[in-house]
């Protein structure tokens, strides 16, 4: 192979594949979704209905997951996620900065390209965001000890695959197809993803750099959040709380709602913001 030729294949690897787009329809303000881990765009399948008649709506398959490129040599670090949100985004040519919205992992992508596209985004939707400081950052003894129980049940689903895959088949067997499913196909994103995004990530600090409005909508029975640990977030004063009753993880019907209202509400709080003078951004690159 000669020299050239060697340099054009190390650029080509570096280049991040771009997401399936699932969704593309509506016209209006640009909403673009970003669903979990072990799960697939399917995730806003009560969502998109209800933004149609006044959004133009996007919805990805993430790095990984549902069908979208899963590239072998692919750490799904959240920068490796977050590249492929960036390059799928330019590849469909947006005009006006956009409202992103985030599921779970969803989320801390979404944050994360957020903060490194500030221009891009008018506004972003944090759903059931799994907000998991480093114990060793978090003073309150009864969170540090419910952030460190969450951070070795995810370890404990690493090093375990056949428990994982066993548990998981019987979950996504009670839900519909698409919305949780870890296979032995989807077996290294999901680990990747869960150790390199989840343990660890960036949400708290990309938040708290962002001058958009910013919502954070979950559900009082969300398993994945542990008490306690969003209240960083919660006392940001750019961030709105939208707390669903008897709603877990998922996006059901009632939280669907709910996040269409942060939605909009968020629209018209940067709508009054930019009228202010406060957050005029150039188009989206």
């Known amino acids: 192979m000669t020299w050239w030729a060697d340099l054009a294949a190390v650029f080509g690897r570096r280049r991040p594949p771009l997401l399936h787009v699932a969704t593309d329809e509506g016209s209006g303000p640009v909403v ?104 060793a950052d978090i003073g309150d003894p009864r969170v540090r000890g419910r952030v460190t129980a969450y951070l070795r049940a995810y370890e404990f689903l690493r090093a375990n695959k056949d428990f994982t895959l066993a548990n998981a088949a019987i979950i996504s067997r009670l839900l519909p197809k698409g919305i949780f499913e870890i296979t032995t196909k989807s077996w290294t994103p999901f680990v990747k993803s869960l150790e390199h995004c989840i343990e660890s990530q960036t949400v708290v600090s990309d938040v708290a750099s962002l001058n958009i409005p910013v919502a954070v909508v979950y559900g009082s029975l969300d398993a994945f959040i542990a008490p306690g640990s969003m209240t960083v977030i919660e006392r940001m004063r750019h961030v709105t709380t939208y707390r669903v009753e008897a709603n877990d993880h998922l996006i059901r019907p009632r939280l669907a709602r709910t996040v269409v209202r942060a939605i909009e509400e968020a629209g018209s709080r940067a709508i009054s913001a930019s009228a202010a003078g406060d957050l005029r951004r150039p188009p989206v690159d």
Request: hydrophobic share 40%; charged share 15%; net charge neutral.
């Open 32 to 135: 673009v979704l970003v669903h979990g881990i072990a799960s697939s765009s399917v995730t806003f399948r009560n969502m998109v209905p209800l933004l149609v008649p006044r959004h133009r709506v996007i919805a990805v398959d993430i790095l990984g997951f549902g069908e979208s490129p899963a590239p072998e040599n692919s750490e799904y670090t959240l920068e490796d996620h977050v590249a492929s949100l960036e390059a799928t985004i330019r590849s469909l040519k947006l005009d006006e900065p956009f409202t992103l919205v985030g599921h779970s992992l969803g989320s801390l992508i979404g944050s994360r390209y957020a903060a490194k596209n500030r221009r891009n985004v008018s506004g972003l939707v944090l759903v059931g965001p799994p907000v998991y400081l480093s114990p």
